[in-house]
């Protein structure tokens, strides 16, 4: 791996310090771990805000359009994962002015449960939150589950609509409504021609033969819908075309946006080859081309590759497009760079990561048992990256590590005698935290949810294992809209709580889980980043629930005889 970085786990900090540093006068960190940034003239503007986030290794996505005429505070996770819910939520405080606030980021399961945790946690103090999703990924599912798709290049035309919107200081109503318009007049395609390697795995996120193409990849390695022979610069175009056509009106009379976007490796030369044939074709076709972008405007670190984004536009989309815009990272018109901060604009606002412990009588049987297991799922790391590269973007060996340790350190801070809600409540919060990607967030979600159906003051029973293991699935099911079939984490868990109120012992709940995880393989994902693979998940072990099935023979190595809470 041949990176320019000091380390792997400093690397996104080390990235922010860098940009903060290098533009003090147009943004500024509004939490202590510097993973929120805003605005810094948005405070008291009176303007509707926007929020955006995401994870790290898409420059400029994201932070990137965080400036007038565009966004107003963005949260950053972790490369390729999604920032916590405390970060949006310290985000959205920060440029909260009294006319409410947009949520627009892609539509990534991750993010969409965070920012949804943290607009929960908005209107609890009055703040309005309205979300919209950017879904212009043409590829990533059929027409009929457009909802679905992922949101790429194509957002950066609606930050530039609704952001337009915001800064003319339209109504929440109608910064929502313009953001809509924009997302459903917007479709994507693009094309890998090399993989992008996550500093912290040091390993390619997916793999092609030399001479190979993949069209329709996502920007986190996603694989796409076809893998063949490299395709002349025109071909590849025409294939774009073809597609979003059968979405977007190209005929005679139709106005449209483009925007052709590298992913990281690409020279701007290739670009603007691909531009050129996306022009004759719809100049021939009597298509007027109203706004055009050319350049990295979403990458994917250092993967080759490029797409097309093509919205179809009226007068007022035209307008909004053609306004004023500027950040470190996108100048357009005249839109003036920012002043330096105020003192009121600095204001630090850091998240709460801790819980405060209730005891219960003598010491915790739960909180010794996560303690000793959870280190130990460090050791399924590899496996789980392996898998989830195949399926999804890689990171899962990260997350299940990271937040497992990140678990393990928050209950060994709590008193021994904590009870079993502190101890529940504590390992959601940090494994969620602690590198929140959309696994993270429906697990600690989960057990944070399950610590709720328990009594203050008291330790869990063997009886109650169940229960809670279906609570567990049963928030995870509701923010992550999954359902038993799906392939997905809910059929282990499912099948080892049936076998928990069976009065199944600890090597017959290991037998069960692996069973479930083999037998869903050969079903195909119809959730989160695996479904986008439609068939090619057939016959692919479902990543998080193989690190269900870790973590129940890590915790039944040192159980014997029935499953003991």
Known sequence: MRKIINAADTFVDEVLDG???????????????????????????????????????????????????????????????????????????????????????????????NFDIAGELCASEGIEVRTVLG?????????????????VAGLVLVYKAAGACAEQGASLDEVER???????????????????????????????????????????????THRGPLESADRITDRFIAEIEQEIDLTAGSRVAVLVNGLGATPLEELYVIYRRVHRVLEERGVEIAYRLV???????????????????DDELAELLHAPAGSPFFRQGDAPVTTAPSADAATVLDAPV???????????????????????MAGHR??????????????????????????????????EA?????????????????????????????????????????????????????????????????????????????????????????????????DAVEETAQWQSRRGRAAWQQERSIGQRDPGSVAVQRFVDEIGADLAGPAQS
Do not use: W
Request: aromatic share 4%.
């Open 19 to 113: 940009i903060l540093l290098a533009h003090p006068d147009e943004l500024r960190a509004v939490t202590a771990d510097r993973r929120a940034l805003a605005r810094t003239d948005v405070q008291g503007s009176g303007r509707v805000g926007i929020v955006t986030g995401g994870g790290s290794g898409h420059l400029p996505f994201f932070l990137g359009y965080v400036g007038r005429g565009l966004c107003s505070a963005v949260a950053v996770g972790n490369v390729f994962s999604s920032p916590s819910a405390a970060q949006i939520h310290a985000a959205s405080r920060a440029v909260d002015s009294g006319a409410g606030l947009l949520y627009l980021y892609g539509n990534y399961g991750g993010d969409v449960v």
């Open 135 to 151: 879904t212009d990924d043409l590829q990533s599912a059929p027409a009929d589950q457009a909802e679905t798709r992922r949101g």
């Open 178 to 224: 313009v953001a809509r318009k924009a997302v459903a007049a917007t479709r994507t395609m693009g094309v890998g021609l090399s993989p992008t390697i996550l500093p912290a795995a040091g390993e390619p996120t997916f793999a092609l033969d030399d001479g190979e193409m993949e069209i329709g990849v996502g920007i986190h390695g996603e694989r796409g």
């Open 295 to 313: 350049g990295e405007y979403v990458t994917s670190l250092e993967m080759a590759g490029a797409s097309v984004s093509i919205m179809a536009v």
């Open 354 to 376: 801790a819980v405060d412990a209730v005891l219960a009588d003598g010491p915790s049987a739960l909180r010794a048992a996560l303690v000793t297991a959870l280190p130990r």
């Open 382 to 415: 590899e496996e789980l990256r392996d898998l989830d590269a195949a399926l999804g973007d890689g990171d899962l060996g990260i997350t299940v590590a990271e937040g497992s340790r990140a678990a393990a350190e928050a209950l060994t801070a709590l008193p």
């Open 418 to 514: 904590a009870d079993a809600r502190s101890v529940l409540r504590a390992a959601g919060l940090a494994f969620s935290s602690a590198n929140p990607s959309t696994f993270a967030a429906l697990v600690g979600a989960g057990v944070m949810s399950a610590a709720e159906t328990l009594e203050p003051g008291t330790h869990a029973t063997a009886t109650q294992a169940a229960p809670l293991l279906r609570a567990v699935a049963a928030q995870i099911a509701e923010r992550g809209g999954a359902r038993l079939g799906d392939k997905t984490l809910l059929d282990v868990l499912d099948r080892v709580s049936a076998a928990i109120e069976s009065g199944s012992g600890a090597d017959e709940l290991q037998r069960v889980a692996a």
